[in-house]
Every structure is written in structure tokens, then in C-alpha cells.
């Protein structure tokens, strides 16, 4: 079977997205990651350029990696020094990778414009630039920048280039495609005719400005291409890079080649959404393969016809990548998305059953009155719960107050009085509770901790996260009704919780409630 290798540029390529900065210690954490999913190589950044990547370098020593080589970047010498006195190869080598990537000018446009030497010149560095590293022990990567832009401006000089790295010894010839505009029938019509001239294994590092990136790295190893380099959520400086998330499941899937191994790709989603995590960015939920709607079915049509015979409307299996399939709850919804959901919730609905009917009209009705349970599908498996008696709340609220004051210029207080009804080992309790908060919702939350918590200890894992309004019918001005969306986690599992209401606080109470009671509804306490 044919072997492709992956390499990763997330650390060095990646790390020029706009919004993200990753520490040392983030790169270190990405580096784990990759390693798991059995990445060839990790291009962990350019040590003769920032004193970080320097820093990275002495502590990638320590990971261990099982399956990853690390690699180290730069340029090719500077005109008119040896390559042993130049500061940038002698970077390179006192990281201590045992690969590095090197790129050099292959656009003789850029030659001419922005190293100002001759083209003879610009062959004679790359070449010794190579055959430095190389006698230095170092395995070469030479990613041949601007490739596809210089061959279509001059072919002859674009392949002299390759063969000056060729002779040079490198091991990889990677052709790149740095202003991200090549299609994917000029990459096959090049790559057919490079393959012809060079005896090095020919490689591809493609850049997303025409949305083509992936597209171009699938055809180039269509072509015969064996390494691919690419980066996590394809970040990037501009559009981005390609994206390994789907160049992998494509290699695997649909071009049958073995790059990493079935459990691996199982982890996929979960490292994509882990990366995303640490630049601190969202996962795009519609990322093909790994993305939260990448599997997901809202039409009522197409979710029966999915559960019959998932291939219907998924082109691979999501388990494959380690996705799940996912039916939304909208007013799309048939009979079909609430017996898909409820089986996902362990509850037994029988279709045309009196019970399943009262379902569907309660939540139409509540669709009615806004309420939408895409983003707070906690309420909604409380409410299938509720109504299937599988779940009874422990405690139900008497009343609340909630005080706003303001004087002058004083910051404003509020206060929350609350008194619920709660059940203890069988035995009613009336609990009367006050706190004061930053905000009406705070100050709710804290009066119901305050009045809960000591008969449900598991409660105080449980933190809000985010807290979304939404106004519904805007024209009504400030009579509009709202939509609260709560998140909440406990450390190990995060849900959303949804309330609507022409009151901001009352809507906020609702969603907060269901929020405390999926918690107590997973740990059993009914
Ligand atoms: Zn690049």
C-alpha cells in the first residue's frame, strides 16, 4: 500500500492566525496531541526567528513522542555567507530536531524583487544550504515557496530550483502553493509533469485564499504526492492552511491510504476540538468531518430516512472520525426526531401512544412561545423526562423578590429573596434564603444554592459558563419577549438550558432551573 506522510505546520504556519497566540506551553500541549493522532512530523516553529520557538524546542525534548518527529523551520542562507557562518542554519541545528523544513525562492519574480540576487545565485544557496544541513545529520524537507505561481510564470527556472534541492540532498521536495490561488486541474497538470523530471518524493503545502486546499493536497497525492503538510481547523495566516482535519478522513476514506491507523482517526474530532480549545477560538460547528453539524439532521424527511439507513444523507459513518450523528429539536421536527432523541435519552416512547402526541403538541406550543431547544437541549430532555415520569424535581420554588436599587451615583445592588419547597428524605421543607448579586440573575442563583445546596452537595460543581439573551419579537419594543440560553458544566460535562418570557429575569429563572435540575437529574436525584 502506498505511504503518505503527514506533516503538521499548526505550531509554525497555524500560529500566524489572526486572534491566536499560543504560549509555550500551548505548543507543547498541541505537540501531545498530534503525536496521539500519529502525525509524522510537527513543525514546531522557526527558532531563528523568535525566542519562544527556541524555548519550545528545549522542552519538546522532554514529551517523548511515540509516532511524531519534531521538525524545525527556516530559511536558506542569506546571500554571500557560508552557510556555517549563517545565524538562521545555525539555528536550525542547535534546535535539535532530527528534521528540519527548509523553504527557499522559486518564483523568479520573487528572486528578483525581494532577495535583489541574481538567479544563479538564489540555486547556489539552496543547493549548500541542503547539503549543510544534511551533512549535519538533519533529514531535509525543502518546501520550494511560491512553487506553482513560479512555474506557471517560468517553468524552467521553478524545476531548477527543485533540482538544485535534489542535489543539494534533500529528502522531500514539497511544492507550495503560498498565495493560495491554484485550482486543482493546474496542480495535476504541473504535478503530472514535475514527477517526470525530479526522483525526490514530491510533497504539497497548500494555502486556502480559493477555498482549494484541501482539494489541491487530495489531488496532489492523487498524483503521486507522499507528504502532505497541513494544519489543525486549517488555521492560518489569511483563509488559513490546509486542513488536516479533513485531508486526513479524504486520505483515508475516500482515497484508501493508510496514514494513520482506524483508532487513530477515532481521536480526530476530539483534537480539533481540543486545539480549538487552546487557541481559544470556537470550533466552526460546521466543519466538514469534525464539526458539531457536521452529522446533523434537522428535516423530518431526512432524520427518518437517516435512521433507517444512515448512508442516506451522510457520506461516511461519523464514528469513523470519532463524530456523532445528532438530531436537532426545531420546529422541523416530525414524530421521528422525538422518538430518535428520546431513545438517546433511555426513555421508550411508543409512536401514535397518547403520550407521544401530548409530547409533540406541548412542544410545538412551546416553539409557539419561542422557545428553541438547539442550543438548550438540557430543557428539552428534562421535559421528555418530566412528562415520561422518569424524572421528578426534587424541590419546586414558592416565590422569589428581586430588588434593584440604585442611588445616585452608588453602584447598583440587587438583592434575591427566594423560598422554595424541597424534598429531604421524604420529608417536605419549607427553605427561605437571600443574596445579593452582581446582576438579578447572580443574586437568583446564589438565593438558590444558599437554599439548596446542603441537601444537594453535587450542585456546587455546577458553573454557568455563558448566558445568552435573545429579544424575539423586536417591534414590541421593550415588551419583546426574550430568550435566555444558559451553558453550564460540571467539569466533565457541559449542557444548555433554555427559558423564554416577556420578563428578562423570569426567562433567565427558568433556564437557570433547568440548569440545576439536569444536573440533579444526572446524579440521580429525584
Ligand atoms: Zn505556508
Not at 486572534?19 to 522557526?46: M, P, R
Not at 507522499?226 to 476514506?253: F, M
Not at 421535559?383 to 451615583?409: A, Y
Amino acid at each position: 500500500m502506498r505511504q503518505v506522510k503527514l506533516f503538521d505546520t499548526t505550531l509554525r504556519d497555524g500560529a500566524q492566525t489572526e486572534g491566536i497566540s499560543f504560549t509555550v506551553e500551548d505548543k507543547l500541549k498541541i505537540a501531545k496531541l498530534l503525536d496521539k493522532l500519529s502525525i509524522h512530523y510537527i513543525e514546531g516553529g522557526w527558532p531563528g526567528s523568535n525566542p519562544k520557538d527556541i524555548e519550545f524546542f528545549k522542552r519538546a525534548k522532554e514529551l517523548k513522542l511515540k509516532n511524531a518527529k519534531i521538525v524545525a523551520f527556516g530559511s536558506t542562507r542569506r546571500a554571500n555567507v557560508k552557510p556555517e557562518d549563517d545565524a538562521n542554519l545555525k539555528a536550525i541545528i542547535e534546535a535539535g530536531t532530527p528534521a528540519v523544513a527548509i523553504f527557499g525562492k522559486t518564483w523568479d519574480f520573487h528572486v528578483k524583487e525581494a532577495l535583489k540576487i541574481t538567479l544563479e545565485e538564489n540555486l547556489k544557496l539552496i543547493e549548500d544550504s541542503v547539503k549543510f544541513l544534511k551533512k549535519n545529520g538533519k533529514e531535509v524537507i525543502f518546501d520550494a515557496e511560491h512553487f506553482f505561481d513560479g512555474y506557471k510564470a517560468n517553468p524552467k527556472y521553478a524545476l531548477k530550483v527543485l533540482k538544485a534541492a535534489e542535489a543539494g540532498g534533500a529528502d522531500v521536495l514539497c511544492l507550495c502553493d503560498t498565495n493560495g490561488g491554484s485550482l486543482a486541474f493546474e496542480v495535476q497538470e504541473i504535478i503530472n509533469k514535475v514527477k517526470k523530471q525530479v526522483k525526490k518524493p514530491l510533497g504539497i503545502h497548500a494555502h486556502n485564499d480559493s477555498e482549494c486546499a484541501v482539494s489541491v493536497s487530495g489531488m496532489a497525492v492523487h498524483c503521486g504526492v507522499t507528504h502532505v503538510q497541513g494544519t489543525i481547523n486549517g488555521y492560518g495566516e489569511r483563509c488559513g492552511n490546509a486542513n488536516l482535519c479533513s485531508i486526513i478522513p479524504l486520505l483515508k476514506l475516500k482515497l484508501g491510504i493508510d496514514c494513520i491507523s482506524d483508532e487513530q482517526l477515532k481521536n480526530l474530532t476530539e483534537v480539533s476540538r481540543h486545539v480549538a480549545e487552546i487557541a481559544n477560538l470556537p470550533q466552526s460547528a460546521h466543519q466538514p468531518f469534525v464539526g458539531r453539524s457536521a452529522f446533523t439532521h434537522k428535516g423530518g424527511i431526512h432524520v427518518s430516512a437517516v435512521i433507517r439507513h444512515p448512508g442516506t444523507y451522510e457520506h461516511v459513518k461519523p464514528e469513523l472520525v470519532g463524530n456523532e450523528r445528532r438530531v436537532t429539536i426545531s420546529e422541523l421536527s416530525g414524530i421521528s426526531n422525538l422518538l430518535y432523541k428520546a431513545k438517546a435519552y433511555g426513555v421508550d416512547l411508543k409512536k401514535d401512544t397518547p403520550e407521544v402526541k401530548g409530547l409533540l403538541a406541548r412542544l410545538k406550543e412551546l416553539e409557539l412561545e419561542g422557545y428553541q431547544f438547539e442550543e438548550g437541549e438540557a430543557s428539552f430532555e428534562l421535559l421528555v423526562k418530566k412528562t415520561h415520569g422518569v424524572f421528578k424535581p426534587p424541590f419546586t420554588l414558592e416565590s422569589f423578590d428581586v430588588v434593584t436599587v440604585k442611588h445616585g451615583i452608588e453602584a447598583t445592588k440587587v438583592k434575591a429573596k427566594l423560598r422554595v419547597k424541597v424534598k429531604d428524605k421524604d420529608e417536605d421543607k419549607f427553605m427561605e434564603t437571600e443574596a445579593y448579586g452582581d446582576g438579578p440573575v447572580n443574586a437568583l442563583d446564589g438565593a438558590l444554592r444558599k437554599a439548596i445546596e446542603n441537601i444537594f452537595p453535587v450542585i456546587k460543581d455546577v458553573k454557568l459558563t455563558d448566558y445568552k439573551v435573545r429579544v424575539l419579537d423586536s417591534k414590541a419594543g421593550t415588551a419583546a419577549k426574550v430568550r435566555v440560553i444558559v451553558e453550564s458544566t460540571d467539569g466533565v460535562k457541559t449542557w444548555g438550558t433554555v427559558g423564554v418570557s416577556t420578563n428578562i429575569i423570569e426567562a433567565s429563572w427558568f433556564a437557570l432551573l433547568d440548569s440545576i435540575e439536569y444536573k440533579l437529574m444526572i446524579e440521580g436525584k429525584t
